[in-house]
């Protein structure tokens, strides 16, 4: 039987790290790179995870302006801010049948994609991974990496589990990756802001790791505050969060490594922040249900002032 | 005529400024310092300022453990993080019949005083003043100097123009200073916080000048939430401001020399913040009379967090 074909476009740590658990697992798999692209070509792939050491050579890279020949999944894996750029490579990717699997975080991502995308189904995922790009061509895998993944509906309402969104999920566990599948997207997409909204943003304003965080007794209510702000606002959008997910989060969270969100690492490295995803949608998804969050946009107003000044000196 | 007598205890940039335009206008002066004692003893009082230079010598100054005569008026112009060790000298330096002169930011900060001022007249004070102190006994003014002074009452009433308002006003007019007499003092505390708590919170925060929040629009909206939440509970406090104080002073702030508040000079300093008078008590005040202020909440929370890394940091 021959496994289903992917495509990964943008080879960050995300898209990197899944699409070699994919190939290991025996999937064709092209890459679509900008900056690494002639050092896959050379050099290959390396991923170095407590689950075992990966180098994979040989690989099918696509630079700036080349197109891979469809696959049948795309996995878009590029920070959000660059999707309106990307959209044209996922188009010509992505032939009609094929799947569009938009494994970023936020809100709001898949609507503007599925319009370009007519006739192809239009998946959202969002991996729970602790890893990074430490050099051209090498992923380093620090802890975690289930991805869920729900099927995109125009409206946001729950899809249910579609033959779509298993047939990933399989591919993931065949590769080795917990995957689960998520009947209500949207309300997955909420769910992983109870967490991103307060640590993303605060790593930057306070140039603090999520221990830190934790371990300051103003700082971890104001973590609460966030969350709570988030699981309000999801409540009324529709989407409503199981009760516990606040003391759960905060209790993996105590657990974990200390860790800078990636946001903190975007900060530092003088990329923009993914803020219209995070923060801006999901104010005005709650603004658009009476709903105000005005903790959350008081760290998105501190988070706009940082990243205009971060860009511009950078 | 013999004019009165002050005794400043805080030789900082307010102290200091005010203390020499009195002391140059006739009036009898003492000094309480700390770690300037034995240079302004040495060496005299410094002041560069566009309204003209001083220099004084022969100073009165009395350093740790050491206890001035009573003066007339006793000016407390050391930071509020300091009141709880100040407030020994304070009773010893102000005799019954003299008034003591709070010349300090934020809320509630008479009140503790008073309890141990028996048959002492209790003055809070506030400066506009744009001032630092740049080295050992030299304080450099750069702009503004206009002082209001109004008299406390337990309940936080308003007591009118007091005998006591108008002779403190009346002394810092003939040393050139302009004096503003309020008939409320509370009114005017929260007045002043509704610069304080964006500015001095945000420069800290976002380490950004009063130039740099103005120019940047989110920035610019998230001061006019928090002045908005200070009016808010100004007003329900029973200490309403003018319908146009936000404009007015956003007008003032966008003429003004780029400046550092004061709290952004501690912070860079090492000093502690003055959150307890600037932050935590309003939000307690607003607090008893049922209005909540998320925003300001939220900056305090992160500038808590800022303040005890800070301090554990220096």
Redesign the interface.
């Known amino acids: 039987v021959t496994k289903r074909s992917y495509t990964i476009i943008g080879v960050g740590a995300v898209g990197g790290y899944y699409g070699a658990r994919l190939a290991a697992a025996g999937h064709p798999v092209r890459w679509v790179a900008r900056s690494d692209a002639d050092h896959l070509r050379t050099h290959g792939l390396g991923v170095s995870s407590p689950r075992g050491d990966l180098h994979l050579d040989d690989l099918e890279v696509f630079g700036p302006g080349q197109t891979p020949p469809p696959s049948d999944v795309v996995v878009l894996a590029t920070k959000t801010t660059a999707n309106a750029s990307a959209a044209a490579q996922v188009v010509e990717a992505a032939r009609p049948g094929s799947a569009v699997l938009v494994l970023q975080n936020g809100l709001g991502i898949e609507a503007p994609l599925a319009e370009v995308l007519p006739g192809r189904t239009v998946l959202g995922g969002m991996s729970f991974i602790c890893a990074g790009k430490d050099a051209p061509g090498h992923i380093a895998h620090l802890d975690y990496e289930a991805v869920t993944v729900g099927e995109h509906r125009p409206g946001g309402e729950a899809a249910g589990v579609t033959p779509a969104v298993q047939a990933v999920v399989d591919d993931l566990v065949g590769a080795g990756v917990p995957g689960e599948a998520l009947d209500d997207l949207v309300a997955g997409r909420w769910r992983k802001l109870v967490w991103n909204v307060p640590f993303n943003g605060?790593s930057v304003?306070?140039d603090?790791g999520t221990d830190?965080?934790m371990a300051?007794p103003?700082?971890l209510?104001?973590v609460r505050?966030l969350m709570g702000e988030v699981v309000v606002a999801a409540a009324a959008d529709g989407h409503p969060a199981p009760d516990d997910v606040i003391d759960v989060m905060l209790d993996r969270t105590a657990k974990m490594t200390p860790y800078a969100p990636s946001m903190k690492h975007d900060f530092d490295d003088g990329r923009p922040l993914e803020l219209p995803a995070i923060y801006a949608a999901p104010l005005a998804a709650a603004a658009r249900v009476g709903v105000a969050m005005?903790?959350t946009?008081?760290?998105?107003?501190?988070l706009?002032?940082?990243d205009?000044?971060n860009r511009a000196r950078s």
């Open positions: 605060l304003v306070l603090a830190e965080l300051h103003a700082a209510e104001l505050t005005p903790a946009s008081t760290l998105f107003a501190e706009s002032f940082l205009a000044r």
